[in-house]
């Protein structure tokens, strides 16, 4: 293993790469850190002393830009406009016959889809700055914490000045978005999950530092350690298959034989990733941000709806906000991977080219079967991806640790998957120049 890491640094393509890579995440980091116009600084830090816990409607953003969100730096928004670009753009396939056709038209229509998401994902950035502004201009960014400081974040609310702030964070989107294409194209593995991944795992010291001063040392170690075994766990599902065996019939075309070679289709257990998971915390801040936008005046009782809203759908500690957060994910893990696998074209692909499963007739009945199969493979998926969504609810409950706590939901899965995809590309181009790599 350490051999393995010495030979990455002694090969000098491999060590640009890296060296790249780590350079762009040094940048991104820095700038979470710089302010946008306009902003008080010294105002922000107070709120975000104050209210460790009190990320409420912006948790899942927050984290997917490293708790850039709501410090308001340059890069506020993170990756999170370029993930709903994929998503959107991913989802369209479905409902506009032109998007499914570029996708299968290959490199070129690939190129068409992602200059669509380019542009999708700057329109998202305006959107979403607008947004955020919007809401630290009227206080409710840090929620009802009752500091003058939480009101007063920006020290201009001129026309001018909010212009030049949304202006900012879409730039900073853009920016973000082209420093993931660089290191996808220039460094080592998938530019934009390495930011994401980057965002992550900046978080990890933080949430682990206050569980310790909160808890205690003892409280910690056994986090720690519950933590490693459900790491653990986490990358023996990730890496879980199912193989479906395929054989190909032989073929003569001319006097060369194609064909007679033995293959598999391997279906995941967790085929959605995190998706379910965004889609889940997404439709359930809707309410809260509904009932976030129309608090009463001073002196006024809140509306029923808002009350019950604010007592049922905001806290992740009350049961009904566990168990509807549950069932969205499993509903949206079902949704999402009948989206992506399509068993009728695997079948009529494999039908094309003389593929065949063995004991199962070509065409329709191996459509039918792969069904069969996805439906049973994603149930254990569903509730898999169902219970570590739930890990940081039940830590807040039992430990009162942040709802950014790192060993579950979808932090852990993405650090996860990102971290074993991008060791398998270092392995595979160690084991271009040599014959070991990390891997055995």
Same mark, same amino acid.
């Given at each position: 293993?350490?051999?393995?890491?010495?030979?990455?640094?002694?090969?000098?393509?491999?060590?640009?790469?890296?060296?790249?890579?780590?350079? @762009?995440?040094?940048?991104?980091?820095?700038?979470?850190?710089?302010?946008?116009?306009? +902003?008080?600084?010294?105002?922000?830090?107070?709120?975000?002393?104050?209210?460790?816990?009190?990320?409420?409607?912006?948790?899942?953003?927050?984290?997917?830009?490293?708790?850039?969100?709501?410090?308001?730096?340059?890069?506020?928004?993170?990756?999170?406009?370029?993930?709903?670009?994929?998503?959107?753009?991913?989802?369209?396939?479905?409902?506009?016959?032109?998007?499914?056709?570029?996708?299968?038209?290959?490199?070129?229509?690939?190129?068409?889809?992602?200059?669509?998401?380019r542009y999708l994902t700057i329109a998202l950035g305006v959107l979403q700055s607008t947004t955020l502004i919007t809401v630290a201009r009227s206080g409710a960014l840090f929620g009802s914490s009752g500091s003058p400081e939480c009101s007063q974040l920006l020290t201009n609310d001129a026309w001018y000045a909010i212009l030049l702030m949304v202006l900012t964070m879409t730039a900073g989107t853009g920016v973000i978005m082209w420093m993931g294409e660089m290191v996808t194209e220039r460094g080592v593995g998938n530019g934009m999950s390495l930011l994401i991944f980057t965002s992550i795992a900046a978080?990890?010291?933080?949430?682990?530092?206050?569980?310790?001063?909160?808890?205690?040392?003892?409280?910690?170690?056994? @986090?720690?350690?519950?933590?490693?075994?459900?790491?653990?766990?986490?990358?023996? /599902?990730?890496?879980?298959?199912?193989?479906?065996?395929?054989?190909?019939?032989?073929?003569?075309?001319?006097?060369?034989?194609?064909?007679?070679?033995?293959?598999?289709?391997?279906?995941?257990?967790?085929?959605?990733?995190?998706?379910?998971?965004?889609?889940?915390?997404?439709?359930?801040?809707? #309410?809260?941000?509904?009932?976030?936008?129309?608090? #009463?005046?001073?002196?006024?009782?809140?509306?029923?709806? +808002?009350?019950?809203?604010?007592?049922?759908?905001?806290?992740?500690?009350?049961?009904?906000?566990?168990?509807?957060?549950?069932?969205?994910?499993?509903?949206?893990?079902?949704?999402? @991977?009948?989206?992506?696998?399509?068993?009728?074209? /695997?079948?009529?692909?494999?039908?094309?080219?003389?593929?065949?499963?063995?004991?199962?007739?070509?065409?329709?009945?191996?459509?039918?079967?792969?069904?069969? @199969?996805?439906?049973? /493979?994603?149930?254990?998926?569903?509730?898999?991806?169902?219970?570590?969504?739930?890990?940081?609810?039940?830590?807040?409950?039992?430990?009162?640790?942040?709802?950014?706590?790192?060993?579950?939901?979808?932090?852990?899965?993405?650090? +996860?998957?990102?971290?074993?995809?991008? /060791?398998?590309?270092?392995?595979?181009?160690?084991?271009?120049?040599?014959?070991?790599?990390?891997?055995?």
């Amino acid at each position: 293993m350490f051999s393995a890491i010495a030979r990455i640094f002694r090969t000098p393509d491999l060590r640009k790469k890296i060296g790249f890579t780590l350079a @762009v995440i040094a940048l991104f980091r820095l700038g979470s850190f710089i302010p946008t116009p306009f +902003v008080d600084f010294q105002n922000v830090q107070s709120c975000l002393a104050a209210n460790q816990d009190a990320s409420g409607l912006y948790q899942l953003v927050n984290l997917f830009s490293g708790g850039a969100l709501l410090q308001l730096s340059i890069f506020a928004l993170g990756i999170m406009p370029y993930i709903t670009a994929s998503i959107i753009v991913q989802l369209l396939r479905v409902v506009i016959p032109h998007f499914d056709t570029l996708y299968k038209e290959g490199q070129t229509g690939q190129s068409t889809l992602t200059q669509y998401t380019r542009y999708l994902t700057i329109a998202l950035g305006v959107l979403q700055s607008t947004t955020l502004i919007t809401v630290a201009r009227s206080g409710a960014l840090f929620g009802s914490s009752g500091s003058p400081e939480c009101s007063q974040l920006l020290t201009n609310d001129a026309w001018y000045a909010i212009l030049l702030m949304v202006l900012t964070m879409t730039a900073g989107t853009g920016v973000i978005m082209w420093m993931g294409e660089m290191v996808t194209e220039r460094g080592v593995g998938n530019g934009m999950s390495l930011l994401i991944f980057t965002s992550i795992a900046a978080l990890f010291p933080s949430s682990l530092g206050a569980i310790g001063q909160q808890k205690g040392i003892d409280t910690l170690i056994i @986090v720690i350690l519950v933590g490693l075994v459900i790491t653990a766990a986490v990358v023996f /599902v990730e890496q879980s298959q199912r193989r479906v065996p395929v054989q190909y019939a032989k073929r003569m075309v001319g006097r060369r034989t194609y064909g007679g070679n033995n293959t598999y289709i391997p279906i995941k257990v967790n085929m959605a990733g995190v998706i379910p998971i965004i889609f889940a915390s997404s439709l359930l801040y809707l #309410p809260a941000l509904i009932a976030q936008f129309n608090q #009463p005046q001073a002196g006024e009782a809140p509306a029923e709806w +808002v009350t019950w809203i604010n007592t049922y759908l905001v806290q992740g500690d009350q049961p009904l906000y566990m168990l509807m957060y549950f069932l969205l994910i499993i509903g949206f893990t079902y949704f999402y @991977v009948a989206i992506t696998f399509n068993p009728e074209e /695997v079948a009529d692909n494999m039908k094309k080219y003389g593929g065949f499963i063995p004991g199962i007739r070509a065409g329709r009945p191996t459509a039918e079967y792969l069904d069969y @199969v996805l439906t049973r /493979v994603t149930l254990p998926g569903a509730l898999y991806l169902g219970l570590v969504s739930l890990i940081p609810l039940i830590a807040f409950v039992l430990i009162g640790a942040n709802q950014n706590f790192p060993f579950g939901g979808a932090s852990l899965l993405i650090i +996860v998957g990102v971290g074993l995809e991008t /060791v398998k590309q270092i392995d595979s181009q160690l084991q271009q120049r040599h014959y070991e790599g990390l891997l055995r």
